[in-house]
């Protein structure tokens, strides 16, 4: 709690620091002083900033985050959207990471020191070195331009547009029963997934792998191998679940990271998350969107790591609270 | 043992990695060939950023009066008949007349036309939207920078209703070309139903060819067809969707893939991979670009230093490297589209021996150092100011001056040219309301020091000659003032003018009757696929 507190003074004041005045963005190459000087009455800018923030966490507290300066619309209406764009792109992104990052950090471990594990880690390594924009770029002409398999932009089909209710596509499409539709969210979200996954699927490979070798170098594992239990048996049920509590550290603060902005990749293929929303933002002072968007992401993260915290207790039944 | 298990468990996923991508390849997705009945009554309409608001009032935004303007209808329209831009009368109003000194104009309105409410369009709902804005303060920026300001600042001082289907406004000073002015967007005409309900901005409401379906912000809008638009036959869509993709190559390759029939504001390098395979169309120029020198910064405040600077820049060049060759090189501040175009005007040639001869004269045989300022986002009449910036810094050394290239982000840029910060800088403007003062005024007249008159000129003659164009009734009277007042900025060297710059847009080759205006935005009740 004192965390987002202190969030919000922060996220408040530096903003209002950069050079640059939203009234001037706003009314572009028509701007005069006098008209930055109405348009700054009008949205309340001319007033002390004590008094200002003071007004902005009475909002929030009653869960109004105010008006956008550029738009003039409720904050609400749009921010609740974008972050469901990212954080479906982000936990389909992560899912990936976490199927492939995991399984070649346990096969790494288990065939440690072959050329098999040498591979693996070479394919770690390019994961995390190769830069996302390039990436993106790239499948975008290969998938999409030159093979003509996937889209190249936007979570729908922009002809079949989606019915949105939960503002998860994956979900609204069969709420409206539209396999179609399903289909094609899911090729919408493949690319950008897996070029997202990329950072996350490597780290999370690597930790799995120097986690797992940990454990599977002490005793207790010897002894199961010696009590004639299948090698897959060994390996995901006593090794992993025991090696996995680091990895599970890695995956929340991955999954925070995400969150707070995929933005490359969500300028590359169109999507309208909060990564984009933010960066708009930015570029056009609107000084409580981009409050509010700092205030939710760090609140998301707050949130994701309290969840990873209470599954270690799940996990480990050494932890408790 | 090992190796059987590395096998197995590799074969594994390799096999549900392509169960995974089969199911998900079903062919060419997202294609006009998907699914029948969409694609060919559906227009997809790529663009750069998405509006700012739905009623055009409260915007300044090209990108908002691109879409607005098939929502809601001016009284009068802008055409392009090939050479000039022109008011026409197939807007709301179907004539208009003028009294004798230019203050006081009649408009004849089109008759049996309603409002998708379903209110009728009548002189009154126009006094009722020219009440609204006259009566602002602050929200309607367009008012006051083309009428001088709010209530009794302003130049209109009443707005009658003579009959059902006549408005008169009264003028306080003559303005020759005040219809020009109400065929900007933002003085569309909105139902007053829709004012009244405070709706206006959710759901817009206007006699035009499409009707407001939804807004999904920073992502589509998605207008439908008006079933009884006034002008029979149009529009012959039956749906547009305006879609955002900011990044410029991200929109082209979605033109290519077929997931979108037409884009906007094309980026010049772009063109060569697709004028075969796509229709490109260009936007005769209304805009212009320039090298802007502050006048009150040392050695700027020197006119040899001035003209110095105009022949050590090759336009040609530029335009060839940065624009694929498609701008027109900028002699004037405004482009032969427009009313009152001098075309007797001799442009500073090419001359880099010239320019280090005068500024031997100016006492700078040795060249000097200078700040370069350019900006960092693509701008209409500049797609990349930063490497024309640096073309022109390699040209000016070639001459002996030394330019460091300054940039900040455009809302801090903008800020501080105006504070008088920059010894040179690349900007530019469009003529909002398509003529000559729309953009002389702006840049030159001494009332807007600090404002858009970024070089801080101040010049009683240019003023007072500009100041007279507006009440010159006669057209020629007023070329004859713009002619002078066009060889005055040239002689004084004001600036280097650099291009006007034609947009471009592309579309699949069976999309036709989409008019590109120079204002910005198009006509797209006339458009269709084939």
């Known amino acids: 709690m004192p965390v987002l507190i202190g969030v919000s003074l922060i996220s408040f004041l530096l903003v209002r620091l950069i050079p640059g005045d939203p009234a001037q963005v706003i009314l572009g190459e028509l701007a005069t002083e006098d008209s930055i000087a109405q348009l700054n009455r009008q949205l309340g800018l001319d007033q002390p900033w004590p008094i200002q923030y003071f007004n902005y966490l009475l909002g929030i507290v009653q869960g109004d985050f105010g008006l956008s300066l550029t738009q003039n619309t409720p904050i609400s209406d749009e921010i609740w959207i974008r972050f469901a764009a990212t954080a479906e792109l982000a936990l389909f992104a992560m899912l990936i990471a976490m199927v492939v990052g995991i399984t070649l950090g346990v096969l790494s471990a288990r065939f440690h020191n072959t050329w098999f594990d040498q591979l693996m880690m070479i394919i770690a390594l390019a994961g995390v070195s190769i830069p996302v924009f390039w990436l993106g770029v790239m499948g975008k002409l290969v998938f999409a331009l030159q093979l003509n398999v996937l889209p190249s932009i936007g979570r729908e089909n922009i002809r079949e547009p989606v019915d949105p209710i939960t503002n998860f596509y994956l979900i609204d499409s069969l709420l409206a029963g539209r396999p179609d539709q399903f289909v094609s969210v899911f090729e919408h979200l493949l690319l950008p997934a897996i070029v997202l996954s990329s950072i996350p699927m490597a780290v999370i490979a690597r930790m799995t792998r120097s986690s797992m070798l940990e454990v599977m170098g002490l005793d207790y594992m010897r002894t199961a191998k010696s009590k004639g239990l299948r090698d897959f048996t060994i390996i995901m049920r006593h090794g992993l679940r025991n090696a996995f509590v680091p990895v599970l550290t890695i995956i929340g603060l991955q999954v925070g990271t995400l969150l707070g902005g995929a933005i490359l990749t969500e300028t590359i293929f169109g999507w309208p998350g909060i990564g984009t929303y933010l960066y708009d933002a930015i570029q056009a002072r609107d000084y409580t969107v981009i409050q509010t968007g700092i205030l939710l992401v760090a609140l998301a993260f707050v949130l994701i790591n309290l969840l990873v915290d209470l599954l270690y207790a799940a996990i480990d039944p050494r932890i408790k609270y | ?530």
Not at chain 2, 451 to 480: C, E, F
Request: proline share 5%; with cysteine; glycine share 8%.
């Open chain 2, 1 to 530: 043992m090992k190796t059987k298990s590395i096998v197995k468990i590799t074969a594994v996923c390799a096999a549900m990695g392509l169960s995974l991508s089969a199911c998900a390849t079903s062919g060419d997705p997202d294609g006009s060939t998907n699914g029948e009945g969409s694609g060919k009554d559906t227009l997809i309409y790529a663009r750069a950023a998405d509006s700012d608001y739905l009623d055009p009032a409260l915007s300044t935004s090209g990108e908002t009066a691109r879409v607005s303007g098939n929502v809601v209808e001016t009284l009068v329209n802008f055409d392009f008949d090939g050479s000039e831009l022109k008011v026409t009368d197939t807007g709301l109003a179907k004539s208009w007349e003028a009294s004798d000194d230019g203050t006081a104009y009649t408009f004849e309105l089109q008759q049996g036309v309603d409002f998708q409410d379903g209110t009728p369009f009548d002189a009154e709902a126009v006094v009722y939207n020219f009440e609204r804005w006259k009566k602002g303060s602050g929200e309607f920026p367009f008012y006051p920078a083309e009428f001088g300001g709010y209530g009794d600042d302003g130049n209109i001082t009443e707005i009658n209703a003579v009959d059902e289907h006549s408005v008169e406004f009264l003028l306080e000073e003559p303005d020759a070309l005040f219809p020009n002015s109400l065929a900007v967007t933002s003085f569309a005409i909105s139902s007053p139903k829709a004012i009244e309900a405070g709706t206006n901005n959710d759901h817009p409401v206007g006699t035009g060819a499409f009707e407001f379906v939804n807004w999904k912000p920073n992502d589509s809008i998605t207008l439908k067809k008006n079933e009884n638009y006034w002008k029979d036959g149009y529009p012959k869509l039956d749906q547009i969707v305006f879609k955002v993709i900011t990044d410029p190559s991200a929109r082209v390759t979605a033109l290519s893939t077929g997931e979108v029939d037409l884009v906007s504001d094309l980026n010049p390098v772009d063109i060569g991979q697709i004028e075969d395979d796509f229709n490109v169309m260009y936007r005769p120029p209304l805009n212009v670009g320039f090298l802007g020198m502050t006048v009150t910064r040392a050695p700027f405040d020197n006119v040899k230093v001035r003209q110095a600077m105009n022949h050590a820049v090759d336009q040609q060049a530029l335009v060839k490297s940065f624009f694929y060759g498609k701008a027109e090189i900028a002699t004037n501040p405004y482009p032969s589209t427009m009313e009152g175009y001098n075309d007797q005007v001799q442009p500073y040639a090419y001359d880099p021996d010239k320019a280090k001869s005068l500024l031997a004269e100016a006492g700078f045989d040795k060249g000097f150092e200078m700040d370069l300022w350019a900006m960092p986002v693509s701008r209409p009449y500049m797609p990349n100011g930063q490497k024309v910036a640096e073309m022109i810094q390699a040209q000016l050394g070639e001459v002996g001056i030394k330019a460091n290239i300054v940039s900040y982000d455009w809302a801090t840029y903008v800020e501080k040219v105006e504070a008088g910060e920059a010894d040179a800088f690349l900007l530019g403007g469009t003529s909002s309301n398509g003529t000559a003062s729309g953009i002389l005024d702006f840049q030159f007249k001494s009332n807007a020091l600090g404002d858009s008159n970024y070089i801080r000129y101040k010049n009683p003659k240019l003023d007072d000659i500009l100041n007279q164009v507006q009440g010159a009734v006669d057209p020629d009277d007023r070329v004859a003032l713009l002619e002078q007042a066009q060889q005055i900025i040239h002689d004084e060297a004001l600036w280097v003018p650099l291009v006007h710059s034609t947009p471009a847009l592309a579309s699949v080759e069976d999309l036709v009757g989409v008019n590109p205006l120079p204002t910005g935005s198009e006509h797209l009740a006339t458009a269709y696929f084939e």
